[in-house]
């Protein structure tokens, strides 16, 4: 399997968008309105992992501040997992943030996403705190300095 690693300060071409809706929407549910809420927001940042051509995994975030990046989307297709492609995005992401002169990067996750808050953990991630969202379920607020 040959990966190769893409980035973007806007929004993709629309087969890439495409991909990363059907694949946000395999592994989260719901209806992937992603895209929209992206368009307006500034300063946009989207690392795509390319397995063979198709999207196996995607970091998608934006800015919050002038010192603070929220990162706020990110998955890899099951098939996919294991590989380390969520570590080289995120790696990318940060790598790319501190060139921007961000120095903060704040996420959210749930327990249920274990893998994905213990790479967090793992990376430097510290839980500031802990809400309850508008659906009654509970999510982490991670944040790391840069």
Known sequence: M???????????????????????????????????????QESVLIHLALADGHVAGYKIGYRLDGTTFYSWLGGVRPDCRKLGIASELMRRQHEDLKAMGFEIVRTKTMNKWRGMLLLNIQTGFDILETEVDSRGQLKILLEKKL
């Open 2 to 40: 040959d990966i190769r690693y893409q980035t973007f300060t806007a929004e993709p071409p629309n087969t890439l968008t495409e991909e990363i809706t059907a694949l946000h929407r395999d592994i989260f549910g719901g209806p992937g309105h992603w895209l929209e809420k992206l368009n307006s």
